[in-house]
């Protein structure tokens, strides 16, 4: 085989060695062996020290350099390293080999491979696998390699939610998202409003003033940290949460109808409201009540919207419950801010004349947070959209997905940097600055460097 071709297709200098034939040798544990060469010549013959270009041969050494890049093949190069004199200073110096780093086993174009493979959703162990090196070196190399991955810039609209990630200090990371791009700005390791200040307070403040959309989930640190660092931002709650409240209040009362008015486990109510309990939470239609239903081991079929008002008819509070939920499914008709106001103290009127425990604490729920959804009901993004917290809950499957395929993660902060590393600098994003209309300080920060996209080099 010709050497060049060997020496190019794994990033070496050819002018740095021999030119011989070169057969690779299969060792017994199937991995290919190319020989090699290192040669002298004048360049490489030139004391670092005394910087005199008269050093000789002194003594060689082989060295194994790990050159795989090709899934299931093992190649390695077995380079003779030379190690010269100087005549002038008598001190010994070995020639480098470009490519190669001092002491390493693994070439600097296998590493940089890796590097690319750390922005996937490929686990350390199956970079492992496919590079035939140890999960542990790995995941040494991935810190090497990435020391620090810098937040991205807090931009007009954030969203804040958390995901499931235990700690010694806590059970849940707090995750900021950027609404327009879709893209992870920042994880914090816990959610905790004392973790949250102490994270926020690193910020630069002309940063702090870019937002001017503050979506969360209905969680009270969050409303304080939006009421302390972004003043002028209007707080949005998300409405999948207000709607996931009532939903779960209404599988509340099919689940009590169910145990204590239809008891009788064969009748047709009870298998309807187990079987078929999704149609009570999906919105009324005239699809829906045109649907019909087939009674296990029966062969007539029933009409599904006079199953449920059977079913209705046996608890007058489920029937009570499923129209004030079907009622606030229309909360999106309700597009200036006051009559969204009006529609969710009318929602909360309802609730309370249920005399119910847990109905007039989701009516003190909606009453406490109601400001924060009538702005979620009015407020309309540039393209005529709604603001909410869908891209958090997308991305939530994501993170999902890196800790699954890593059977876990117990190091937060590497945890934080793979996730940046696949969900935003994955991106390729060119934009550094992102915020339209403001410029910031591009200088480092407690929670980052706000610069998008440098890293330190190997």
Request: charge should be positive; hydrophobic fraction near 35%.
């Given at each position: 085989?010709?050497?060049?071709?060997?020496?190019?297709?794994?990033?070496?200098?050819?002018?740095?060695?021999?030119?011989?034939?070169?057969?690779?040798?299969?060792?017994?544990?199937?991995?290919?062996?190319?020989?090699?060469?290192?040669?002298?010549?004048?360049?490489?013959?030139?004391?670092?020290?005394?910087?005199?270009?008269?050093?000789?041969?002194?003594?060689?050494?082989?060295?194994?350099?790990?050159?795989?890049?090709?899934?299931?093949?093992?190649?390695?190069?077995?380079?003779?390293?030379?190690?010269?004199?100087?005549?002038?200073?008598?001190?010994?110096?070995?020639?480098?080999?470009?490519?190669?780093?001092?002491?390493?086993?693994?070439s600097d174009d296998v590493i940089n491979t890796m590097k690319n493979d750390f922005?996937?959703?490929?686990?350390?162990?199956?970079?492992?696998?496919?590079?035939?090196?140890?999960?542990?070196?790995?995941?040494?190399?991935?810190?090497?390699?990435?020391?620090?991955?810098?937040?991205?810039?807090?931009?007009?609209?954030?969203?804040?939610?958390?995901?499931?990630?235990?700690?010694?200090?806590?059970?849940?990371?707090?995750?900021?998202?950027?609404?327009?791009?879709?893209?992870?700005?920042?994880?914090?390791?816990?959610?905790?409003?004392?973790?949250?200040?102490?994270?926020?307070?690193?910020?630069?403040?002309?940063?702090?003033?870019?937002?001017?959309?503050?979506?969360?989930?209905?969680?009270?640190?969050?409303?304080?940290?939006?009421?302390?660092?972004?003043?002028?931002?209007?707080?949005?709650?998300?409405?999948?949460?207000?709607?996931?409240?009532?939903?779960?209040?209404?599988?509340?009362?099919?689940?009590?109808?169910?145990?204590?008015?239809?008891?009788?486990?064969?009748?047709?109510?009870?298998?309807?409201?187990?079987?078929?309990?999704?149609?009570?939470?999906?919105?009324?239609?005239?699809?829906?009540?045109?649907?019909?239903?087939?009674?296990?081991?029966?062969?007539?079929?029933?009409?599904?919207?006079?199953?449920?008002?059977?079913?209705?008819?046996?608890?007058?509070?489920?029937?009570?419950?499923?129209?004030?939920?079907?009622?606030?499914?229309?909360?999106?008709?309700?597009?200036?801010?006051?009559?969204?106001?009006?529609?969710?103290?009318?929602?909360?009127?309802?609730?309370?004349?249920?005399?119910?425990?847990?109905?007039?604490?989701?009516?003190?729920?909606?009453?406490?947070?109601?400001?924060?959804?009538?702005?979620?009901?009015?407020?309309?993004t540039n393209d005529k959209g709604r603001y909410s917290n869908s891209i958090a809950?997308?991305?939530?499957?994501?993170?999902?997905?890196?800790?699954?395929?890593?059977?876990?993660?117990?190091?937060?902060?590497?945890?934080?940097?793979?996730?940046?590393?696949?969900?935003?600098?994955?991106?390729?994003?060119?934009?550094?600055?992102?915020?339209?209309?403001?410029?910031?300080?591009?200088?480092?920060?407690?929670?980052?460097?706000?610069?998008?996209?440098?890293?330190?080099?190997?």
């Amino acid at each position: 085989m010709y050497l060049n071709m060997i020496l190019m297709s794994f990033g070496l200098n050819p002018d740095e060695f021999v030119d011989e034939p070169v057969n690779p040798l299969t060792a017994d544990d199937g991995s290919l062996i190319y020989n090699i060469r290192q040669k002298v010549s004048k360049e490489n013959r030139i004391c670092p020290d005394c910087k005199i270009a008269n050093a000789v041969v002194n003594d060689y050494n082989f060295v194994d350099i790990r050159f795989t890049k090709s899934i299931g093949k093992v190649e390695i190069v077995r380079i003779k390293k030379l190690r010269c004199k100087c005549k002038q200073c008598k001190k010994t110096f070995t020639i480098p080999v470009t490519g190669v780093r001092e002491g390493a086993q693994i070439s600097d174009d296998v590493i940089n491979t890796m590097k690319n493979d750390f922005t996937t959703y490929l686990s350390f162990t199956e970079i492992a696998d496919q590079r035939h090196v140890s999960s542990r070196w790995v995941m040494d190399m991935f810190d090497k390699c990435y020391p620090a991955v810098p937040r991205l810039t807090l931009t007009e609209a954030i969203c804040m939610d958390e995901i499931s990630f235990k700690t010694k200090n806590g059970s849940y990371a707090a995750v900021i998202y950027d609404h327009h791009y879709g893209e992870i700005i920042d994880v914090i390791e816990n959610r905790q409003k004392a973790y949250l200040e102490e994270y926020f307070d690193g910020f630069n403040k002309k940063e702090l003033e870019i937002v001017k959309y503050f979506i969360t989930d209905m969680y009270q640190a969050y409303a304080d940290i939006q009421e302390k660092y972004f003043p002028k931002a209007i707080h949005i709650i998300d409405m999948f949460h207000v709607v996931q409240l009532l939903r779960n209040e209404l599988s509340r009362y099919r689940i009590m109808t169910m145990k204590q008015f239809a008891i009788d486990n064969e009748s047709l109510e009870h298998s309807f409201m187990k079987s078929h309990w999704k149609i009570f939470e999906k919105k009324k239609s005239k699809t829906l009540f045109n649907k019909t239903y087939k009674p296990k081991n029966e062969d007539y079929e029933l009409n599904v919207w006079c199953m449920m008002q059977k079913c209705f008819a046996i608890n007058p509070k489920f029937w009570d419950m499923w129209s004030i939920y079907q009622e606030f499914l229309e909360w999106k008709n309700y597009s200036d801010y006051e009559g969204a106001l009006k529609f969710v103290e009318r929602i909360k009127g309802k609730l309370e004349m249920m005399m119910d425990e847990r109905t007039e604490a989701i009516a003190k729920t909606l009453h406490k947070w109601r400001v924060e959804i009538a702005n979620a009901m009015s407020l309309k993004t540039n393209d005529k959209g709604r603001y909410s917290n869908s891209i958090a809950e997308c991305i939530n499957n994501k993170l999902k997905t890196i800790v699954k395929d890593a059977n876990g993660y117990r190091n937060f902060i590497r945890f934080r940097k793979r996730v940046l590393l696949i969900c935003s600098y994955g991106k390729n994003r060119k934009q550094v600055n992102r915020s339209p209309k403001k410029k910031i300080n591009k200088k480092n920060l407690k929670g980052g460097s706000i610069l998008h996209g440098i890293f330190p080099p190997l």
